[in-house]
């Protein structure tokens, strides 16, 4: 194609200024003149260019550009504008050259008549494309392209070469890293009017600022099309930039096109970067199987994957909480001599602590600390969150501490973390010195962190304690936000100061906060549970008013549920009334939840009639609603209607659940109807419905307990050899078995096998041993049983230390009983009216062992000269 019809198509391109938009401060000078570039103003730097200091030599550069600062001053016959740039080159490099520096320079070149070359302008504009911010030049890109915007006005021209291709492309780059991409094609559209011939290298800066600027569809079709027109053959890099900006804008599959395009083309195959750009578009956008198939074939053409790879690969998979296969990559990494970055243990460490699985993580972070690589403040956060959540804040609180050894400083979060840990474990003087700490180590406390500490103290009904904070926040200039006066009104409605609680609300009303329906519903719930259900019901209007939805049947239910469990039937019954009255309609769990409520309180009669209630309403009874019924029968002695229901149940075709069969199983039990029992329990294995650990233990129970109890050792010996795994109640019983049948060798060893089961032993197991072992006679046995419980930080409970001391007194050992005796505080262990009537029958006066009473301890010695 002809330059002329090159020319003419660049059309498709920007033919603006270049320096349209891009405002940068720039010297004021009274000799300035408007430039066709004008948009454009350089920032200048407040410092002169002084000398350094009278022992210090000055630099060339600088020593020229003083001499040249006086714009009557004659030019300088000295002055190599060659010689000046690649000396300002260099300052650039060193983060030393300032803004005022270069306009003094370009001063200087502008009143020369010798031109400077285009190598060293380039050097020196493409040293400033690269250069860091510094004091000295706070944006050297920007500044190239403003210097740009000086050499292009006319009276510029006889000082300075013609510009080259290199020229634009170097400023199109800065046109990128000064995050102005937007100019780069007017950049390239003067390039092609210059009639200048492009090369590979610019075309891909061009393609750059296309991508940059999201115009990727632009640089799609320059990619595969305009190139080949400028005379320019795409490469590796060209296709990579192109791909990247597809894989940006989340157009993966397009960009897995493109790599297929370049395996088919020719001369130029896609590399590591091209695949992996590909790989981790393809996982952002969850096509997890394709980014996998595309690593294999990555691999099966020979092109290795980088350490980049790997950790777009196990990134993706972590964030997938698929940690077994990131395991898989993480060793490969290993087994192919992949040395795994920070980055690859971030994302390891951060999905084991979002799994929960805190192990794994602190695992991972020693094994990263131990390769030498220092976590960042994100990977520090992410283990602490793990631990605090696993209530292990002592581990979180030695990471926090290591935090600076490693070089970094605990943020916000971290200390926002650590608070909430040592609160959800309750350790509150942990939590107020780290709290008060923030200030002193420069961190602000947000409303969040208060936050923390309200609802901590809140939730243990600290609630005066609760609302000091809560004015500390106010007074520290930090405004309570809906989660602040949420948490404080839940708290308050949960003492049932309703007052206290209504009064939040219009104080949060009052500042311009708007209450959510977390307030709301708490509200409505501490009304309907302390019986004022016309207040409930009014915020329910005024919530609606408010464009909140109301409450809906499963919060309702919820109420109704908890004060059934706390037997207030009759206040569940109210608000079940309440969500009729405003229009909603009870769910199958609401009903259940009213007909448990009465059983509990053995009201058979009113369960009945909510079930009336459900059958009308068109609500099916369910395996729960039968369960429930039948339960509370069987609980309330009526054992035949409980049976009668049973089968009831059967005939409308709801199949009971092994729930269901284990609580008519204990009913029949309890009732001692042993054979009724054993016959439902055939029955139960013939309807194939599950057995489960709970439902052997009520049967090998309710056997022991109606003295069946070979058949129950039957049973358990044909449960063990099935390697079920039992629970410690069923060996308990178990071990009291074998010791009322006299099979005591069996019994010790069942209690030695416990701790082999996996299984420790708890205070009725030890006293199960004990109490039997005194039985027996086997007194030493049973104090030597007694001390290995202590040790094991099992406490007796009040009732066998009552037992262990009555037996020893009917066995005349005195002085035993009264070591027991001693353990007798009062408050949580006492002694029982029992064991308080035994003493005074044998230490009164008439007592048996009125003469022993001195081995009692002092102040049970009372019971003497008791008649």
């Given at each position: 194609?002809?330059?002329?019809?090159?020319?003419?198509?660049?059309?498709?391109?920007?033919?603006?200024?270049?320096?349209?938009?891009?405002?940068?401060?720039?010297?004021?000078?009274?000799?300035?003149?408007?430039?066709?570039?004008?948009?454009?103003?350089?920032?200048?730097?407040?410092?002169?260019?002084?000398?350094?200091?009278?022992?210090?030599?000055?630099?060339?550069?600088?020593?020229?550009?003083?001499?040249?600062?006086?714009?009557?001053?004659?030019?300088?016959?000295?002055?190599?504008?060659?010689?000046?740039?690649?000396?300002a080159k260099a300052r650039v490099r060193a983060g030393t050259f300032s803004t005022e520096d270069a306009h003094h320079l370009f001063d200087e070149l502008l009143r020369q008549d010798t031109p400077v070359h285009g190598r060293a302008l380039n050097g020196f504009l493409a040293a400033l494309a690269r250069a860091r911010d510094s004091v000295a030049c706070s944006d050297a890109p920007a500044l190239a392209v403003a210097l740009f915007n000086r050499i292009c006005r006319?009276?510029?021209?006889?000082?300075?070469?013609?510009?080259?291709?290199?020229?634009?492309?170097?400023?199109?780059?800065?046109?990128?890293?000064?995050?102005?991409?937007?100019?780069?094609?007017?950049?390239?559209?003067?390039?092609?009017?210059?009639?200048?011939?492009?090369?590979?290298?610019?075309?891909?800066?061009?393609?750059?600022?296309?991508?940059?600027?999201?115009?990727?569809?632009?640089?799609?079709?320059?990619?595969?099309?305009?190139?080949?027109?400028?005379?320019?053959?795409?490469?590796?890099?060209?296709?990579?930039?192109?791909?990247?900006?597809?894989?940006?804008?989340?157009?993966?599959?397009?960009?897995?096109?493109?790599?297929?395009?370049?395996?088919?083309g020719d001369g130029c195959s896609p590399d590591v970067v091209s695949y992996t750009m590909v790989i981790h578009g393809l996982f952002m956008e969850g096509e997890i199987s394709k980014a996998c198939n595309l690593f294999n074939e990555m691999v099966q053409k020979g092109v290795v994957p980088n350490v980049v790879t790997y950790n777009s690969i196990v990134h993706a998979l972590c964030k997938a909480r698929a940690m077994d296969k990131a395991e898989l990559v993480l060793?490969?990494?290993?087994?192919?001599?992949?040395?795994?970055?920070?980055?690859?243990?971030?994302?390891?460490?951060?999905?084991?602590?979002?799994?929960?699985?805190?192990?794994?993580?602190?695992?991972?972070?020693?094994?990263?600390?131990?390769?030498?690589?220092?976590?960042?403040?994100?990977?520090?956060?992410?283990?602490?969150?793990?631990?605090?959540?696993?209530?292990?804040?002592?581990?979180?609180?030695?990471?926090?501490?290591?935090?600076?050894?490693?070089?970094?400083?605990?943020?916000?979060?971290?200390?926002?973390?650590?608070?909430?840990?040592?609160?959800?474990?309750?350790?509150?003087?942990?939590?107020?010195?780290?709290?008060?700490?923030?200030?002193?180590?420069?961190?602000?406390?947000?409303?969040?962190?208060?936050?923390?500490?309200?609802?901590?103290?809140?939730?243990?009904?600290?609630?005066?304690?609760?609302?000091?904070?809560?004015?500390?926040?106010?007074?520290?200039?930090?405004?309570?936000?809906?989660?602040?006066?949420?948490?404080?009104?839940?708290?308050?409605?949960?003492?049932?100061?309703?007052?206290?609680?209504?009064?939040?609300?219009?104080?949060?009303?009052?500042?311009?906060?708007?209450?959510?329906?977390?307030?709301?519903?708490?509200?409505?719930?501490?009304?309907?549970?302390?019986?004022?259900?016309?207040?409930?019901?009014?915020?329910?209007?005024?919530?609606?008013?408010?464009?909140?939805?109301?409450?809906?049947?499963?919060?309702?239910?919820?109420?109704?549920?908890?004060?059934?469990?706390?037997?207030?039937?009759?206040?569940?019954?109210?608000?079940?009334?309440?969500?009729?009255?405003?229009?909603?309609?009870?769910?199958?769990?609401?009903?259940?939840?009213?007909?448990?409520?009465?059983?509990?309180?053995?009201?058979?009669?009113?369960?009945?009639?909510?079930?009336?209630?459900?059958?009308?309403?068109?609500?099916?009874?369910?395996?729960?609603?039968?369960?429930?019924?039948?339960?509370?029968?069987?609980?309330?002695?009526?054992?035949?209607?409980?049976?009668?229901?049973?089968?009831?149940?059967?005939?409308?075709?709801?199949?009971?659940?092994?729930?269901?069969?284990?609580?008519?199983?204990?009913?029949?039990?309890?009732?001692?109807?042993?054979?009724?029992?054993?016959?439902?329990?055939?029955?139960?294995?013939?309807?194939?419905?599950?057995?489960?650990?709970?439902?052997?233990?009520?049967?090998?129970?309710?056997?022991?307990?109606?003295?069946?109890?070979?058949?129950?050792?039957?049973?358990?010996?044909?449960?063990?050899?099935?390697?079920?795994?039992?629970?410690?109640?069923?060996?308990?019983?178990?071990?009291?078995?074998?010791?009322?049948?006299?099979?005591?060798?069996?019994?010790?060893?069942?209690?030695?096998?416990?701790?082999?089961?996996?299984?420790?032993?708890?205070?009725?197991?030890?006293?199960?041993?004990?109490?039997?072992?005194?039985?027996?006679?086997?007194?030493?046995?049973?104090?030597?049983?007694?001390?290995?419980?202590?040790?094991?930080?099992?406490?007796?409970?009040?009732?066998?230390?009552?037992?262990?001391?009555?037996?020893?007194?009917?066995?005349?050992?005195?002085?035993?009983?009264?070591?027991?005796?001693?353990?007798?505080?009062?408050?949580?262990?006492?002694?029982?009216?029992?064991?308080?009537?035994?003493?005074?029958?044998?230490?009164?006066?008439?007592?048996?062992?009125?003469?022993?009473?001195?081995?009692?301890?002092?102040?049970?010695?009372?019971?003497?000269?008791?008649?």
């Amino acid at each position: 194609m002809s330059r002329l019809r090159i020319l003419r198509r660049r059309s498709s391109f920007s033919s603006a200024s270049p320096m349209s938009g891009l405002r940068i401060p720039r010297r004021r000078s009274s000799s300035s003149s408007t430039t066709p570039m004008s948009g454009l103003r350089l920032r200048r730097s407040s410092s002169s260019t002084r000398a350094l200091s009278s022992t210090t030599p000055m630099p060339r550069l600088q020593l020229l550009l003083r001499r040249s600062s006086s714009s009557t001053s004659p030019p300088s016959r000295y002055w190599d504008p060659q010689v000046a740039f690649v000396a300002a080159k260099a300052r650039v490099r060193a983060g030393t050259f300032s803004t005022e520096d270069a306009h003094h320079l370009f001063d200087e070149l502008l009143r020369q008549d010798t031109p400077v070359h285009g190598r060293a302008l380039n050097g020196f504009l493409a040293a400033l494309a690269r250069a860091r911010d510094s004091v000295a030049c706070s944006d050297a890109p920007a500044l190239a392209v403003a210097l740009f915007n000086r050499i292009c006005r006319e009276e510029a021209g006889p000082r300075v070469v013609p510009l080259t291709v290199h020229t634009y492309g170097i400023l199109m780059d800065c046109c990128c890293r000064a995050r102005r991409p937007d100019l780069g094609p007017a950049f390239f559209a003067r390039l092609l009017r210059a009639g200048l011939r492009t090369d590979g290298i610019v075309t891909n800066t061009f393609l750059k600022c296309l991508c940059y600027a999201k115009r990727t569809d632009e640089a799609l079709s320059m990619l595969l099309h305009r190139m080949s027109e400028l005379g320019c053959v795409p490469d590796a890099f060209s296709y990579n930039t192109v791909i990247k900006s597809l894989c940006g804008g989340s157009r993966s599959q397009e960009a897995l096109d493109m790599l297929l395009r370049m395996t088919k083309g020719d001369g130029c195959s896609p590399d590591v970067v091209s695949y992996t750009m590909v790989i981790h578009g393809l996982f952002m956008e969850g096509e997890i199987s394709k980014a996998c198939n595309l690593f294999n074939e990555m691999v099966q053409k020979g092109v290795v994957p980088n350490v980049v790879t790997y950790n777009s690969i196990v990134h993706a998979l972590c964030k997938a909480r698929a940690m077994d296969k990131a395991e898989l990559v993480l060793r490969q990494m290993f087994d192919n001599s992949i040395q795994p970055d920070e980055v690859t243990y971030t994302a390891m460490i951060h999905g084991y602590s979002c799994l929960g699985r805190w192990k794994e993580a602190a695992k991972m972070f020693k094994e990263m600390t131990r390769e030498g690589l220092i976590p960042d403040i994100v990977t520090f956060n992410s283990l602490m969150d793990s631990l605090c959540k696993h209530k292990r804040s002592k581990e979180a609180a030695e990471i926090f501490h290591s935090i600076a050894t490693k070089g970094h400083k605990p943020d916000i979060i971290s200390y926002s973390i650590l608070l909430h840990g040592y609160a959800t474990e309750g350790r509150f003087v942990d939590m107020n010195n780290l709290f008060h700490s923030m200030t002193d180590n420069g961190i602000v406390a947000d409303s969040h962190c208060f936050n923390i500490l309200i609802n901590a103290h809140a939730k243990r009904g600290m609630m005066d304690e609760a609302l000091l904070i809560f004015t500390e926040m106010r007074g520290q200039g930090v405004s309570p936000n809906v989660v602040t006066y949420a948490t404080v009104i839940a708290a308050l409605c949960r003492m049932g100061r309703l007052a206290d609680a209504m009064e939040k609300l219009s104080q949060m009303i009052s500042i311009g906060l708007k209450p959510n329906t977390v307030v709301y519903h708490s509200l409505i719930q501490g009304f309907c549970t302390h019986g004022d259900l016309i207040k409930a019901k009014e915020l329910v209007s005024e919530m609606m008013d408010q464009g909140i939805p109301r409450p809906n049947i499963t919060f309702f239910s919820s109420i109704i549920h908890s004060l059934c469990n706390e037997g207030r039937v009759m206040n569940a019954q109210d608000v079940f009334n309440l969500v009729i009255h405003i229009g909603d309609r009870p769910d199958i769990f609401t009903f259940n939840s009213l007909i448990d409520g009465y059983c509990l309180v053995g009201k058979m009669d009113k369960a009945f009639g909510v079930l009336d209630a459900m059958v009308s309403a068109g609500t099916e009874p369910d395996v729960v609603t039968y369960s429930t019924l039948i339960n509370g029968y069987f609980k309330s002695g009526r054992i035949d209607d409980g049976l009668i229901l049973f089968r009831e149940m059967l005939c409308k075709r709801v199949k009971p659940t092994t729930v269901t069969y284990s609580l008519v199983l204990d009913g029949l039990f309890r009732a001692g109807r042993t054979s009724a029992a054993k016959k439902m329990f055939h029955e139960m294995i013939e309807s194939g419905t599950a057995m489960s650990i709970s439902t052997y233990t009520i049967i090998l129970q309710g056997l022991c307990r109606n003295n069946c109890t070979d058949e129950a050792i039957t049973l358990f010996h044909k449960l063990g050899a099935m390697n079920l795994k039992f629970e410690i109640a069923i060996l308990n019983t178990m071990i009291h078995a074998l010791y009322k049948v006299k099979r005591r060798e069996e019994a010790h060893d069942l209690f030695a096998s416990v701790s082999a089961s996996g299984l420790v032993p708890n205070a009725s197991t030890y006293g199960v041993m004990i109490i039997n072992l005194l039985k027996e006679g086997s007194v030493e046995e049973a104090d030597i049983m007694f001390s290995s419980m202590e040790k094991t930080g099992c406490a007796p409970s009040s009732r066998l230390l009552n037992d262990i001391i009555r037996m020893l007194l009917q066995k005349g050992e005195i002085v035993k009983a009264g070591y027991y005796m001693s353990k007798v505080d009062g408050t949580i262990i006492s002694l029982e009216a029992s064991t308080t009537s035994l003493l005074i029958s044998l230490f009164a006066s008439k007592g048996r062992y009125r003469e022993q009473i001195k081995f009692l301890p002092a102040k049970y010695q009372f019971f003497d000269g008791i008649s």
